[in-house]
Every structure is written in C-alpha cells, then in structure tokens.
C-alpha cells in the first residue's frame, strides 16, 4: 500500500544569525512555528529498487528531480542506514512557495523520512529519524515534529518554547525567491565592519510567546536576515508598509525570504489583510495559515 503524508511549513518569529563559522556556515538560534500549508509526499513501492520522483502543483518546475531532490535524498538515506533493499517512487504535491524562506524543501525530506520509514517498516525510532534528519538539512528535524520551538546550532538542535495559544497569519509570496546561501553572503556583506555576538533568541519574544498574546507577539517578531533579504529585493519594504498600514500585529520577512508573513488580531482581521495585499498588485499571491500545527504525519 502506498503511504502519504502531510508535511508542514515553517516560519520563523524570530531569528537571530551569528558570524559564518569556519565551516562556511552561520549558527542560528530561530524560534520556528509550523503552519498549516502542506506539501503532501506519497511514497510507492516499485519493487525495481529504483528512488523516482515526480512533483506537482506550487513551483513544481523548478524543483530538482534527481538526487538534488531533498526527498530524494532522504529516502536513500533512510535505506541505506536501515539496510532496507528497496527503492522507491516519490510524488510530491506543493503547496509550499519554493525558495520562499518556507523550509519548502526540508519539509519534503521530513515527509519521505516519514512517508519511507512507513513503507518500509524500518523500525527506526523518532530519535533515529531526528538523526538523520540533521544530516539532510537545517529546518529537517523541526519540519519532522512541528509544532513551537527553539532551534540552534544551524537550527537542527531543537528544545521545545513554553508558550500557548494559536496564530492566524498572512502570507504574501514575492514573484521570484531568494537564494538562502544569497541572503547570507548579503547579511555578511552588511555586517562586515560589525561585532557580531553569539546568537540568542531575544527574551521578549519568548515572554510574548508565554503570554499567548498575539498583541505581544506581533511587536517581538525579530529576524537578523530581513536587511539582507530587502536590500536584494526592496520591494518588499512597500508590501510590509501596506500590512502595517493595515493594522497587522507584526510584519516580517519570514527565514531568508522573500516571503513576508504578517501577523492578524483574527480571523476577520486576517481575511482583509488578505484581501489588501492581494488586490496590491505588490505580491505574486497571498495565502492564509495558522499555527502551531504538528509535523510530517501519516494520512492514509
Ligand atoms: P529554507 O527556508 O529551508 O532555506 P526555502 O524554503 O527558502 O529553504 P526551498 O523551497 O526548500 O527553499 O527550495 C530551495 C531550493 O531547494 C530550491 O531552489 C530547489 O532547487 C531545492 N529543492 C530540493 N528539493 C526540493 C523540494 N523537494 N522542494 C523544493 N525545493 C527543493
């Protein structure tokens, strides 16, 4: 029987970045929150042993078919680390903006994890899973439990953030996405002649956090990429401008962009911030979404 899971989206309410590490990368202490935008990932038994993948809806032009494929990758990691003899055929359906800053990818190889670990009967347990997700990307091991949570090293070393309450937020998609690996050189660039600390999530966000307040929470939204993100794409200044003026608790760019979220007082509140930036004419398109919501699970 073919297995097919729901695997979330992520966003960032607060992200701070430290310097680049000598690995070439940056360490990052983020409190990341899963929404309710879905990619759905449905893996198949083929019984040749080879690892196929086709993806439809959302962006699904531009995402990798081959081993680039971070689903991909991820159920031949699962196999090869389980001794599982067997490939496999991958169908991803997006939802999720590719390079929106979404964890859109990282998302999907949460979901074959997931999706590959059912199928095969690996008895892998969820502290192994975790595991190799660590190895496959930074946002893998949030987008495998979802939920609320603070993540730090490169975002994979997860510990959960005493909070409550839900989120109604808007999303506005940009025309084209943004290069993480650009975003960060742009952050560099910017800081060249700056000290930068060690990365710390900032105590009022998590305070807000507490307090379940989205009135709190909007003002704390933080994230040390947004220079970088605008100033290669300053359009966004002008689509963050029109949520203010339209009363949202917080407007940010979310990750390394260029998506922004904004943050809504409701429901109804949350359906006209939709409709302004959609009838703006400033983004590609505009959807809505709540959160926490739980990670990459079954659903058949
Ligand atoms: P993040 O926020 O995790 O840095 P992102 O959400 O900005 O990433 P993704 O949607 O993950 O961006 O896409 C980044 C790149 O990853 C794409 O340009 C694409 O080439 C590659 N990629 C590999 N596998 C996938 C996948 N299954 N879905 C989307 N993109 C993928």
């Known amino acids: 029987m073919p297995v097919t899971v729901r ?76 001794d599982v003899d067997a490939g496999v055929a991958l169908s991803i359906h997006k939802t999720i903006a590719v390079a929106g800053g979404l964890a859109g990818g990282s998302t999907d190889a949460a979901g074959a994890l997931i999706a590959c670990d059912a199928l095969w009967g690996t008895g892998a347990g969820r502290d192994d899973l975790l595991e190799l997700a660590g190895q496959l990307g930074s946002d893998v091991s949030f987008c495998l439990g979802g939920g609320l949570a603070i993540g730090t090293d490169r975002g994979n070393i997860l510990s959960p953030v005493l909070a409550r309450g839900g989120y109604e937020w808007v999303l506005a998609y940009a025309d084209t996405g943004l290069s993480t690996a650009s ?53 966004l200044r002008r689509t963050l401008e029109l949520g203010d003026e339209y009363g949202a608790l917080g407007s940010l760019v979310t990750g390394s962009g260029p998506t922004c979220i904004f943050l809504a007082s409701d429901d109804d509140h949350a359906l006209d911030l939709a409709v302004a930036l959609s009838s703006s004419g400033l983004c590609r398109s505009v959807q809505r979404a709540h959160g926490p919501v739980t990670g990459a699970r079954v659903v058949t």
């Open 7 to 82: 695997s979330p989206a992520k966003i960032n309410l607060g992200m701070s970045v430290g310097s680049r590490t000598l690995d070439g990368y940056h360490d990052v202490a983020t409190v990341y929150q899963a929404i309710s935008l879905y990619d759905e990932i449905k893996a198949r038994d083929t019984g040749d042993g080879e690892f196929t993948v086709k993806v439809t809806g959302e962006g699904a032009d531009v995402v990798p078919l081959d081993e680039n494929n971070l689903a991909v990758r991820a159920a031949r990691l699962l196999a090869k680390t389980c």
């Open 183 to 235: 975003v960060y050189d742009e952050l560099d660039h910017l800081r060249v002649n700056d000290e930068v600390g060690v990365p710390e999530v900032p105590g009022p966000l998590l305070a807000a956090l507490r307090s379940g307040d989205p009135y709190a929470v909007g003002p704390a939204l933080h994230n040390d990429l947004a220079p970088a993100a605008l100033r290669l794409k300053p359009s």
